[in-house]
């Protein structure tokens, strides 16, 4: 066999092993994202009030909570380097140093979260927004630990390659959400009218539901059982703990600054009215379901290169990389002709198109939502790189370019453009695409300064 041949066979090796956790792992964040989809509509049909107040306390919430899991999710690159040696033992030891960071971590942010009503009435929401955002957000705190157990677990889960049961669950998770959310929020059956708070009640319930079916899963199951992780929990290791925070704090700074940025956006938007604040939700809701699949696609990148790192095989790492990156690009090149062939059809998923009432949100969203199509090619490619950067260990730097990117860069951009130069929703659309494209070629340069400098060396 040539060289070309074992190259060509080995890249093909990567191509399948990296599907078979890439496919269950996106599949798993789209379901999970498609309870938010589901709330926004339901959101939708209680009024443009809710559909504002709902959306900005989602985005919110949605802030935190990646901040939060994203810090249990150093779990991933560091098991998935010890899977790649062969170190059983310490994967064991960083699976359970995994779960008491959860809680570490899960414990101020409930805190934190039990008192943004404040900072939501000093930022100029309004009164009517303030309520009806506190009223979801006091309610889901309480999902918090399962979210941030939930993503250490299945950070182990799927660095030992064995992700299918994390769709499994999420999917099944997922369906329950949607089907109490419309039981909870509009009184089916039954049961009392809740609105706003039986959707936060009903996605409570089931991120709690799905933390206990992974544990359960991890207990029972032949391959992962023999790994007793839930042996010995009593047992703090300050070493691993602080290895963990050294990672993972990093990609929780980088989690939630990268949604806070959406979140500054979000605030701008409600200073510019009800409506702009609505039409911002829909096309955000619509790139926050398809960003789901890059974002699954970089954690199965994380724990490729990762493995291969464990294995000291510079090829490997390449390969893992390219992979991903070539597989993010050609989808979201679909994803993003799809916005700009159907953008009507994609508004009429929210809200009533021939509607009157509802023409100016529609005229707002639809510009959105075509800046949005020509920028989500370049936020799959950053979120590919990011996971393999994740892979190599390197969570530090890529924080440091995400807020030069987003927060140097593209806020202010968005406000020169949206405030100063008045172009309202699509200045700040524009300040954000900005951001994304110079956050992606930034990651690609460090990727490949990685790759071609002592620091990579070193490790390979």
């Not at 960083?94 to 000093?122: C, E, K, N, Y």
């Not at 390197?394 to 020169?416: A, E, F």
Request: glycine letters at 10%; hydrophobic letters at 55%; aromatic letters at 10%.
């Amino acid at each position: 066999m040539t060289v070309i041949q074992m190259q060509k066979n080995n890249f093909l090796v990567e191509v399948r092993e990296f599907f078979k956790l890439a496919v269950p792992l996106a599949s798993a964040q789209v379901a999970q994202s498609a309870t938010g989809f589901a709330d926004t509509v339901m959101m939708g049909r209680m009024g443009a009030d809710v559909l504002a107040a709902g959306g900005l306390a989602a985005i919110t919430f949605l802030c935190i909570m990646m901040t939060a899991s994203g810090v249990a999710m150093g779990v991933s690159p560091l098991i998935a380097e010890a899977f790649g040696a062969g170190q059983k033992t310490r994967v064991e030891q960083i699976a359970r140093q995994g779960l008491w960071l959860s809680v570490l971590v899960a414990i101020p942010t409930m805190l934190f979260t039990g008192h943004l009503d404040i900072l939501l009435s000093r930022i100029g929401q309004t009164e009517t927004t303030v309520q009806l955002a506190n009223t979801y957000l006091d309610i889901m705190l309480w999902g918090l630990f399962p979210v941030v157990g939930f993503a250490a677990l299945r950070a182990t889960v799927s660095a030992l390659s064995q992700a299918r049961p994390i769709m499994l669950i999420v999917i099944s998770g997922t369906a329950f959400n949607i089907v109490w959310n419309y039981i909870l929020g509009f009184g089916k059956f039954g049961f009392p009218k809740m609105g706003i708070a039986g959707l936060a009640l009903a996605s409570v319930i089931t991120l709690w539901g799905m933390f206990l079916a992974l544990a359960v899963y991890i207990l029972t199951n032949k391959n992962l059982k023999h790994y007793r992780i839930f042996q010995e929990l009593h047992r703090i290791r300050p070493g691993i703990l602080k290895e963990l925070i050294w990672i993972g704090v990093p990609i929780g700074l980088f989690s939630g600054l990268e949604a806070g940025f959406f979140m500054v956006i979000t605030f701008g938007m409600g200073l510019l009215g009800t409506e702009v604040l609505a039409a911002h939700q829909i096309v955000l809701q619509t790139i926050t379901v398809v960003f789901m699949v890059p974002l699954g696609i970089s954690y199965a990148t994380t724990v490729r290169v990762g493995q291969w790192l464990g294995r000291r095989d510079r090829t490997g790492i390449q390969q893992a990389a390219l992979v991903s990156m070539s597989v993010t690009t050609i989808f979201m090149i679909g994803v993003s002709s799809t916005f700009l062939f159907f953008p009507k059809f994609i508004i009429s998923l929210y809200i009533d198109t021939t509607n009157p009432v509802n023409a100016n949100i529609v005229a707002i969203a639809l510009p959105l939502l075509i800046i949005a199509a020509i920028a989500q090619v370049l936020d799959g490619f950053q979120k590919a790189v990011y996971g393999s950067l994740q892979g190599l260990q390197d969570t530090q730097i890529p924080m440091l370019l995400n807020v030069l990117g987003y927060w140097g860069i593209g806020l202010s951009v968005g406000y020169v453009l949206g405030f100063q130069l008045q172009m309202g929703g699509v200045g700040l659309w524009i300040g954000q695409s900005v951001a994304i494209a110079v956050v992606a070629g930034l990651f690609i340069w460090r990727f490949w300064r990685l790759i071609k400098h002592q620091k990579l060396a070193q490790k390979t």
